[in-house]
């Protein structure tokens, strides 16, 4: 049975939007806080080997990037990762290997974890992590947290987000104050 995992950066106050669409004005705002140490926090999450689960926006994004981003431990794994992706679009999944999940998307990701493979990674695709939380589908959640307000921007929790409970499991922090905290999913919240 496979792991699925979500990663996500994100400011102090929620805002996970890394691009000046919408009016927001504060794209790229976690390259400040990039080193070497860093990256290499990040690829160790990441894991060797894992296949990844995206809503079409940031497959989209992320397609236009990576294939190009050159020799690099995080590009190659991204690159060869199969891609699952949530589209309405399916003949249009070039950066490959990539799968449509279907109009059952809940459906063909309990079947993913239920098979043999690498752990599943969702990153961005905040629509897709809110219902896999809600769903008690998200084993783990990695947050990087970075010692920003932006005060605007797409958030990573939305107001219709379903109270779950989340356990502790590790922190560590990088010399720019980016702290990434891992938590286990324990289930519905309880009162």
């Given at each position: 049975m496979r792991k699925l995992r979500i990663i996500e950066?994100?400011?102090?106050?929620?805002?996970i939007q890394h691009d000046n669409s919408d009016g927001f004005a504060?794209?790229?705002?976690?390259?400040?806080y990039r080193?070497?140490?860093?990256?290499?926090?990040?690829?160790?999450?990441?894991?060797?080997?894992?296949?990844?689960?995206?809503?079409?926006r940031t497959y989209d994004a992320w397609a236009t990037f990576w294939p190009q981003a050159g020799d690099s431990p995080m590009a190659n794994g991204l690159n060869a990762?199969?891609?699952?992706?949530?589209?309405?679009?399916?003949?249009?999944?070039?950066?490959?290997p990539a799968q449509d999940l279907g109009t059952d998307v809940?459906?063909?990701?309990?079947l993913l974890k239920a098979t043999a493979g690498p752990d599943l990674l969702?990153?961005?695709?905040?629509?897709?992590?809110?219902?896999?939380?809600?769903?008690?589908?998200?084993?783990?959640?990695?947050?990087?947290?970075?010692?920003?307000?932006l005060g605007?921007?797409?958030?990573?929790?939305a107001n219709?987000?379903?109270?779950?409970?989340?356990?502790?499991?590790?922190?560590?922090?990088t010399s720019t104050g980016v702290l990434l905290n891992t938590y286990r999913y324990v289930g519905p919240l309880r009162a």
């Amino acid at each position: 049975m496979r792991k699925l995992r979500i990663i996500e950066h994100t400011s102090l106050d929620g805002v996970i939007q890394h691009d000046n669409s919408d009016g927001f004005a504060h794209g790229n705002w976690t390259t400040p806080y990039r080193t070497p140490a860093g990256l290499a926090a990040v690829v160790e999450i990441y894991g060797s080997r894992f296949d990844l689960l995206l809503g079409r926006r940031t497959y989209d994004a992320w397609a236009t990037f990576w294939p190009q981003a050159g020799d690099s431990p995080m590009a190659n794994g991204l690159n060869a990762a199969t891609k699952y992706v949530a589209t309405h679009r399916p003949e249009s999944l070039d950066w490959g290997p990539a799968q449509d999940l279907g109009t059952d998307v809940l459906a063909h990701i309990r079947l993913l974890k239920a098979t043999a493979g690498p752990d599943l990674l969702v990153c961005g695709s905040s629509t897709l992590t809110t219902l896999l939380l809600e769903q008690g589908l998200a084993d783990e959640l990695v947050l990087l947290v970075y010692p920003v307000l932006l005060g605007q921007g797409k958030r990573f929790f939305a107001n219709q987000a379903t109270p779950c409970e989340l356990a502790f499991v590790s922190s560590q922090a990088t010399s720019t104050g980016v702290l990434l905290n891992t938590y286990r999913y324990v289930g519905p919240l309880r009162a």
